[in-house]
């Protein structure tokens, strides 16, 4: 590892960081650097298309900058940008709280879950039809979707632990892949009552 002294001013903050910062987290920083300086160096880039870019670090460097510190170890890096912008995320990703439109805006889903995100950590990426279902209101609807406790029905969840299960519950209740009015998407839910259901059992 290459560690040297950069003056502050000739550093780059990266515009795709998505890192944000609290105000507590701020203080905890800027009394670290007061009392300790940098015990860990600004991991910085020396790729010769990406000069001086800051990959990790850019909290400290704002509150140095603030603090009057003209000059700060580096840890030197040689990196293109994709790789650069991985290991941003995995440098922040167990220490930093992240800005959902900086994630959403300069990084794909799926380079995401490979630096060790999680799945439901990456709402911002949910599409229209996700977006769509998990935000409608079903509360003047006739029967609800989704069953809440003291509503005027009840309700009854089926689940199919395996295909066989699925594919004999679709052929008695007769369900067919529908396709949205809205987008593309295809599926086979529906909600039946249990008139529907006792007519689609008796005609088998």
């Known amino acids: 590892m290459e560690i040297v ?4 001013d000739e550093l780059k903050f990266a515009d795709y960081n998505p890192r944000t910062l609290s105000r507590k987290g701020h203080e905890g920083i800027s009394k670290s650097l007061k009392k300790y300086g940098f015990v860990l160096p600004i991991v910085v880039n020396k790729h010769e298309s990406r000069m001086n870019i800051i990959i990790g670090g ?3 460097v704002r509150i140095a900058k603030e603090l009057g510190i003209k000059e700060v170890p580096c840890s030197i890096e040689y990196h293109e940008l994709k790789d650069e912008k991985e290991l941003n995320i995995r440098l922040n990703k167990n220490t930093g709280e992240f800005d959902d439109d900086g994630l959403a805006n300069y990084f794909d ?5 490979e630096y060790g995100f999680a799945e439901q950590e ?6 229209e039809f996700e977006e769509e279902f ?3 209101d079903d509360s003047n609807a006739e029967m609800p979707i989704i069953a809440k406790f003291s509503e ?4 009854l969840m089926i689940v199919c632990k395996n295909e066989i299960d699925l594919t004999f519950l ?6 067919q892949t529908t396709q949205s009015y809205k987008n593309t998407h295809t599926g086979k839910g529906m909600v039946i009552d249990v008139e529907q259901f006792r007519k689609a059992w008796q005609s088998k």
């Open 152 to 155: 005027k029905y009840d309700a």
């Open 58 to 60: 850019h909290q400290r």
């Open 122 to 127: 990456l709402g911002m990426f949910m599409d």
């Open 5 to 8: 002294n950069i003056p502050i």
């Open 109 to 113: 889903k799926e380079d995401l879950l």
């Open 134 to 136: 998990y935000s409608y």
């Open 170 to 175: 679709q052929t008695a209740l007769n369900i």
